[in-house]
């Protein structure tokens, strides 16, 4: 028995080594068992259910994009122009009903579409946790976990996953370049400016390293270079900025919805998860209640939402010691997973757990800039999601990060002993 499962280890270890070896090789695995993975599951949905319909905001808005050039009316009634989603996907959206038309065969592209993206996502962990300094193996581990994770993403998380990676692999190389051209902070800012537009919610990790770069970096022309990376998000965000001013009178960053979020989270009887509150509270929203939406109309989008965000805070004031319980419990959702479904909160709960593990066992070794790389994605890009009422794709962009450091873990109990405490070579010092 200890020798098959010797022979069962070994023969792990080299198949990983070697699959590990080419990121190109890790990637076209990955990819093809996550895209599979999910194509098989869309083969068994119904083509009549995959026609286009204005039941859901994103395709609302491109249904709307598509028959009268406007990005608007995303709720129950027509309310008119709208920023409630950041504009990429509903843009893409619209960009394949007009090659395809309402069909069901446009319902398998768009799908088809984030079952790549998802599965691009997973596929770049090998490359991901070679540059992190986790390595390549632990990468590969932890993208064969996440290609089997049938979560759709249908809001563009697992582009916002890749575009996070990209982004914080552009600030490692960027800090470690001793001579930093000018035209390169430029592009990486109009390049995180660009992202935005699928995913709003990776400012507060834009800004946690930005602000690491301050203190990190060393040099008279810091400042200035820091300032050319902002020039760029600023330029990148100018135009979809322009047009939310010219629809609504009003400055704001993407997106226009934050009051309404934040009063579906914290109100009497609200819940900590979003499927919970679905069946408690559907009243709230203006996207399931005609009152709501009505209410929206005669308001206007950014008086709606603003007296939203004033009511919000009205009821925190009132009641801290309930909204502190919720957003406590929406932490333990966010690292422990949806508690009303024990299968999936035990899987969230044993990757968390891992990559406790993991980043513990690999954090000494690492450079600051490494960790912080690691670690400022964990920290801040859930902030805003403890806020709001919990839904399990919220997490998706950083579950990468995650696999990788639980891939670390696991790659640590089957690696070759040799390569814990390798010996020094004799005649190289």
């Not at 930093?180 to 592009?187: A, G, H, N, R, T």
């Not at 602000?211 to 970096?217: A, D, L, P």
């Not at 400055?251 to 934040?262: A, K, M, P, Q, V």
Request: overall charge positive; some cysteine; glycine content about 8%.
């Amino acid at each position: 028995m200890k020798r098959i499962v010797r022979f069962a280890i070994g023969t792990l270890q080299v198949s990983l080594n070697w699959l590990a070896h080419s990121p190109w090789v890790s990637f076209v695995l990955i990819f093809g068992l996550s895209f599979a993975f999910h194509v098989q599951t869309l083969m068994e949905i119904p083509s009549k259910y995959l026609i286009p319909n204005p039941d859901w905001e994103l395709n609302a808005i491109a249904i709307s994009l598509l028959k009268t050039g406007q990005f608007a009316n995303p709720y129950m009634v027509q309310t008119g122009p709208t920023a409630h989603l950041p504009p990429a996907y509903p843009a893409l959206f619209a960009l394949i009903y007009r090659l395809f038309g309402l069909t069901s065969q446009a319902g398998y592209v768009s799908l088809g579409f984030i079952a790549a993206t998802n599965a691009a996502m997973y596929a770049m962990l090998p490359w991901l946790a070679g540059k992190l300094g986790a390595g390549k193996q632990a990468g590969l581990l932890g993208g064969i976990a996440g290609a089997f994770m049938l979560e759709w993403s249908l809001h563009g998380e697992g582009l916002t996953g890749i575009l996070l990676g990209l982004i914080l692999v552009a600030f490692l190389k960027r800090w470690n370049d001793s001579r930093k051209p000018s035209i390169k902070s430029l592009f990486l800012g109009l390049g995180i400016g660009a992202a935005f537009h699928v995913q709003p919610a990776l400012l507060p990790v834009v800004i946690g390293c930005i602000i690491f770069e301050i203190w990190w970096q060393r040099g008279q022309r810091k400042f200035f270079l820091t300032s050319l990376l902002g020039l760029g998000i600023v330029l990148a965000c100018i135009p979809w900025g322009w047009r939310n001013y010219i629809a609504f009178n009003e400055i704001f960053f993407i997106r226009s919805n934050l009051g309404l979020e934040l009063r579906m989270g914290n109100h009497e009887g609200a819940a900590a998860a979003m499927e919970i509150m679905d069946i408690t509270q559907p009243g709230l929203h203006p996207r399931s209640h005609l009152q709501e939406a009505l209410k929206l109309k005669e308001m206007g989008e950014v008086n709606y939402m603003r007296q939203a965000l004033n009511e919000t805070m009205i009821w925190i004031r009132e009641n801290p010691g309930e909204f502190l319980k919720l957003t406590f419990l929406r932490f333990l959702h966010w690292w422990f997973g949806p508690l009303h479904k024990p299968t999936i909160a035990a899987y969230v709960t044993l990757l968390t757990i891992l990559a406790i593990l993991g980043i513990r066992r690999i954090f000494t070794t690492l450079s600051p800039p490494k960790r912080t790389v690691i670690l400022v994605p964990l920290l801040t890009f859930p902030l805003i999601y403890y806020l709001v009422p919990y839904m399990i794709r919220y997490r998706v962009p950083i579950d990468g990060i995650l696999l990788i450091l639980a891939g670390v873990e696991v790659w640590h109990w089957v690696k070759p002993k040799a390569l814990e405490n390798p010996q020094p070579i004799i005649g190289v010092t």
